[in-house]
């Protein structure tokens, strides 16, 4: 095994590569000299198009695997990140129905929307606390099937709102919660961005006391850990990430599963290292996911979020299998 | 009441009780500075009650717990992880982390949030741990990997780390062959005696209780029945009482050996 802080240093490198690389790339290649040139129609792609659309991905994918990671260790599961949970699902929820509420020549601000996918959001993880605070525990298989239910129940009132929605609005809908980058301006990169760096930066801020999770809840309260505000943080944290999220790109998921997986098999279970990696590993992840859905069927692009969850949903599949239902290993 | 706030640890009146049922207490207990205290008990007796009590992990619902005469709920959990490290008989069953970065997690009450890694004094302290159980060679061995002695050295390692005055331990030799009951054993004595740290262990084995511990604390359905030194608390009436099962004494003296009777 390699130093953590090498691969630390990695994922660096392959965000940066990310960044400089992948607003060249598409169905139509941009090479640099064209750029030069100054030709107005290619700046304008390069630069309002693909550009704020690989810094959303940065941004968007960093949040998930931060937010995955961190969900993890609090539930000792490594099944769990926002989508599993169900707290996508809910936030997708809120969003959609804040969006049918809205009369219907409204375009909602992305705040307002935000707001609805928060409040969808932390309502689902109260729910999860409120089981995980039951007699239920904390228990790998119940956890998971919750998620479930939760995520059937969203999904259920998700689709009567779209089914009581006028044709076009139906139409948004459905493409929205496919969850894709593919909306994007400045305007969306800016939004996300302070939620998704602080919450990370906050999160990074609660990293020892993180890793004092990994022994076990017991010893951690004994060493001084203030586990029901580690909680309530935790959740809190990753409930206004998810929301200020998915209300731009729609719900994208197994990017906070994916992730955080590669990264404790390569760098350990350490926060210090795991977080400022999963940013960055998340965020270049996702970059390169959306690439690969501009180009797989060019001209025409996926959503993003249908190639994730191709990709995610046989990985849950491995994790289940490979670590017999995870037996409390984040 | 004549030595005052020097005692470390005072019980007055603490008791605990779960979902209304009274678990534990109401106990008034001293433990002097420097002393070795074994809980002993039948199951569910209260013991790992107790020493979550007295380790500040769970608020007694009446009375109080002082350490130096300031009750717990003046003191924050970290002020209180300072001073008591407790060890734990329930544990993950898989824990993903190397045996010094389970070891440097005792270090927690020591670090502040604007540290980005652990000092050269944690690592001290963690190494210094290491060597007193006997496991510096094994620093970087998963502890997933470990045989069941060397995980509770490692446990106990890390809470020699957190280098606390009181250390605390639920059950340190359960499930441990003899030759590993006796290494715990004179790992406790010698934390115990040299470095002059008080311990308080709950445990199953009477004669580990007695020969590691100054006094024998007997509790039965919540309640102290005896609180006394080795000599006078393995009395076969005592342990009778307590355990509703016969016991004959097969060594005396100062530390006396117990065994069941199994024909009594």
Known sequence: ?330 | MTTGAAEPLRLRGAAWSAGGRAIVGPIDLEVRSGECLAVVGPNGAGKTSLLRLVAGLIEPSAGEVSWRGTPFVELTRQQIARRIAYVPQIRPSRIPLTVEQLVLLGRYPHMSRFQMAPGRSDFEAVREALARVGLEGLRERQVDRLSGGERQAVFIAAALAQEAELLVLDEPTTHLDPSHQREIARLIRTFNRQSERTVITATHDLNFASLTADRVLALRSGSVLACEAPARAMRPELLERLFEAPFEVVRGGERPMTMLELDG
Request: charged share 10%; aromatic share 8%; hydrophobic share 60%.
């Open chain 1, 1 to 330: 095994m390699r130093s953590p802080r090498a691969w630390v240093a990695g994922a660096a490198a392959l965000w940066l590569a990310a960044l400089v690389v992948i607003p060249f790339l598409g169905a139509e290649v941009i090479y640099p000299s064209e750029l030069l040139a100054g030709d107005a129609a290619i700046s304008s792609v390069f630069w309002k198009l693909r550009l704020p659309r690989v810094l959303l991905g940065l941004l968007a994918g960093g949040a998930l695997a931060v937010a995955g990671s961190s969900l993890q260790t609090l539930f000792r599961n490594p099944l769990a990140e926002p989508y599993t949970l169900g707290v996508a699902s809910g936030a997708a929820l809120g969003a959609v129905a804040a969006q049918q509420l809205a009369p219907p020549s409204a375009e909602l601000a992305i705040p307002v929307v935000a707001l609805a996918a928060f409040l969808g959001a932390g309502s689902v993880t109260a729910v999860l606390l409120g089981l995980a605070r039951s007699r239920f525990g904390f228990e790998t298989a119940t956890l998971l099937l919750a998620g479930i239910a939760i995520t059937l129940s969203c999904s259920a009132v998700i689709l009567l709102l779209q089914y009581l929605a006028d044709f076009t609005r139906t139409f948004r809908m459905v493409r929205w919660m496919m969850g894709g980058l593919a909306v994007v301006g400045y305007r969306e990169v800016l939004w996300i961005a302070p939620w998704a760096l602080a919450g990370s930066a906050t999160l990074f801020g609660m990293r020892w006391s993180l890793n004092q999770l990994l022994a076990g809840e017991e010893l951690a309260l004994s060493r001084g850990v203030d586990l029901k505000r580690l909680r309530f943080w935790v959740l809190g944290i990753t409930s206004v990430m998810v929301g200020s999220l998915v209300a731009v790109t729609g719900p994208i998921g197994f990017v906070g599963l994916i992730v955080p997986h590669i990264l404790r098999r390569l760098l350990g279970h350490d926060h210090v290292h795991l977080i400022p990696a999963a940013l960055l590993a998340g965020g270049a992840f996702l970059a390169f996911s959306d690439l690969a859905a501009r180009v797989v069927i060019a001209p025409a692009e996926l959503p993003v979020g249908i190639l994730t969850a191709l990709v995610g949903g046989p990985f849950f599949l491995w994790i289940l299998i490979a670590d017999r239902g995870g037996s409390g290993r984040p």
